[in-house]
């Protein structure tokens, strides 16, 4: 908008440019009085030369301060009316504080009075460590690490900004999933996170697509990177896994 008056006020300037250049040049010709030596007829014509001195410089003047205040005018207007958004964003146009429409990739027109908040498209990752969690038998898993790779959904862009806001990943996917995830795990029973680990972690992309989606966030892939089981339970495995191993042998 800042833009706008200054193109405004730069044309107004040139336009006016006939009265106060003209002033300013009467001011400066300090050579207008009458000579001791000189005939009025000589003064006549000397004053007369000098007016159509200040009136050619005013002409010259016009020719080249017109173009020029154009150009600036052209420039100012187009530094606020284009935006380029860039590759792998979504803008999220906004006018007077409310939502007035999106932008996509590329160049993009809008109004003087209207912003452009770009919103990142491209596949973010967001990881959580050190999670701990319980089971659905009650034992405790401690060190959990999960990737989950998503995306904005470009046409919901303009709803994500309204209800959650540009920062949509500390406010919303953060504690969502941290939650999220916990409430999946109780769902199985521990010794499930060793024999059905693929399972659950396509249960779990699933859940969150169904979750998210609602929200304008797409879910492309999740990936359990690491648990720990308590000390108690990973000797109860072992103790298992050597006697299943025994019963194996025996037959």
Do not use: C, H
């Not at 492309?220 to 896994?241: G, H, M, Q, T, W």
Request: aromatic fraction near 8%.
């Amino acid at each position: 908008m800042v833009q706008i008056i200054i193109a405004i006020l730069v044309v107004v300037t040139v336009g006016t440019m006939s009265f106060w250049l003209m002033s300013l040049l009467e001011t400066l010709d300090d050579d207008s009085g009458k000579k001791w030596d000189e005939s009025d007829i000589e003064y006549r014509k000397r004053i007369e030369k000098n007016k159509e001195k200040r009136k050619a410089i005013l002409k010259t003047s016009k020719k080249i301060a017109w173009p020029l205040a154009i150009i600036i005018a052209i420039i100012l207007v187009a530094t606020q009316t284009v935006r380029i958004v860039p590759t792998g964003e979504v803008g999220v146009k906004t006018a007077f504080g409310v939502v007035s429409g999106r932008a996509n990739e590329g160049f993009n027109l809008i109004f003087p009075w209207e912003e452009i908040i770009p919103m990142n498209t491209k596949i973010q990752k967001q990881s959580f460590t050190e999670l701990s969690a319980s089971t659905k038998d009650a034992q405790s898993i401690s060190n959990i690490n999960i990737d989950v790779n998503y995306k904005l959904i470009p046409q919901k862009a303009e709803e994500v900004f309204s209800t959650v806001g540009e920062n949509y990943n500390e406010t919303l996917i953060s504690p969502l999933l941290t939650q999220f995830i916990k409430d999946r795990l109780a769902l199985y029973n521990a010794e499930s996170l060793v024999t059905e680990r693929n399972k659950i972690v396509d249960d779990i992309t699933g859940q969150l697509k169904t979750n998210l989606d609602g929200y304008g966030i797409e879910v492309v892939a999740v990936s359990l990177a690491n648990y720990d089981f308590s000390p108690y339970f990973n000797a109860a495995l072992e103790r298992k896994a050597v006697a299943q191993k025994e019963i194996e042998t025996a037959k």
